[in-house]
T-cell receptor, first 113, second 114 residues
C-alpha cells in the first residue's frame, strides 16, 4: 500500500542555517504531495503542496519539488528562524477521490538562536 | 471564522469508561476525519466520513465508534477506554475528496486514560 517515509529527527540547527528534511513515498499512480507543519500545542497546518511531477510548492520561504523519478518531496529552506521550530509532516493523497491522507512519522525541527 | 473546533482540549478518564470527543466545523465541508497522533507513528487515520450518514474505517478503527448525523459534527466515541488509547486526537475536514485538496485540522484533544 501507499506509504511515506521521513528522515528521523530531531533536527537541530542554528538560526540562518539551511534546512533539508527528506521525504520519500511509495504509491501507485500519481499522488498529490503535501507538507504540513505543527507548532507546539496546535493542530497541523498546510505548509505547501504539489499535485503533479516537477511541480514546486512554496510558502513562507519553504520549498519542495515533486520528483517522480526518485519518488521524493524533500522540504528545504535557505535560512531558518527560531520561529520555524515545529514538527513537519510529509503526506500523500493517493489516486481516487477518497480524501484520505497518508502521513509520514513527522520530523521535529529545533532552531537555536 | 470559527473553522474547525474540538472539545474538550484535555480529558483524563479511567479504563473502562466511555468518552466522546467532539468535532465541529463551520465550512460545510463534506469530508471529515479522525486521527490519533502517537510518538513514532505520525498521524494514523481512525475513521472518516464522506458525507452525513456515510462513515468508513481507517487504519486503526478498533475500539472507536463514530457517527455523522449532521454535516458539521463528527463525534468520536471510545466505548470502553483502554490505556493504549491514550493519545492526542485530531479532527480534520476537507471540502471534497479530491486529491489536490488539503485537510484543515482542529487543535486536538489530549486524552489520558488511567
Amino acid at each position: 500500500g501507499d506509504s511515506v517515509t521521513q528522515m528521523e529527527g530531531p533536527v537541530t540547527l542554528s538560526e540562518e542555517a539551511f534546512l533539508t528534511i527528506n521525504c520519500t513515498y511509495t504509491a501507485t499512480g500519481y499522488p498529490s504531495l503535501f507538507w504540513y507543519v505543527q507548532y507546539p500545542g496546535e493542530g497541523l497546518q498546510l505548509l505547501l503542496k504539489a499535485t503533479k511531477a516537477d511541480d514546486k510548492g512554496s510558502n513562507k520561504g519553504f520549498e519542495a519539488t515533486y520528483r517522480k523519478e526518485t519518488t521524493s518531496f524533500h522540504l528545504e529552506k535557505g535560512s531558518v528562524q527560531v520561529s520555524d521550530s515545529a514538527v513537519y509532516f510529509c503526506a500523500l493523497h493517493g489516486s481516487g477521490n477518497t480524501g484520505k491522507l497518508i502521513f509520514g512519522q513527522g520530523t521535529t525541527l529545533q532552531v537555536k538562536p | 471564522d470559527a473553522g474547525i473546533t474540538q472539545s474538550p482540549r484535555y480529558k483524563i478518564t479511567e479504563t473502562g469508561r466511555q468518552v466522546t470527543l467532539m468535532c465541529h466545523q463551520t465550512w460545510s465541508h463534506s469530508y471529515m476525519f479522525w486521527y490519533r497522533q502517537d510518538l513514532g507513528h505520525g498521524l494514523r487515520l481512525i475513521y472518516y466520513s464522506a458525507a452525513a450518514d456515510i462513515t468508513d474505517k481507517g487504519e486503526v478503527p478498533d475500539g472507536y465508534v463514530v457517527s455523522r448525523s449532521k454535516t458539521e459534527n463528527f463525534p468520536l466515541t471510545l466505548e470502553s477506554a483502554t490505556r493504549s488509547q491514550t493519545s492526542v486526537y485530531f479532527c480534520a475536514s476537507s471540502a471534497q475528496g479530491l486529491s489536490n485538496q488539503p485537510q484543515h485540522f482542529g487543535d486536538g484533544t489530549r486524552l489520558s486514560i488511567l
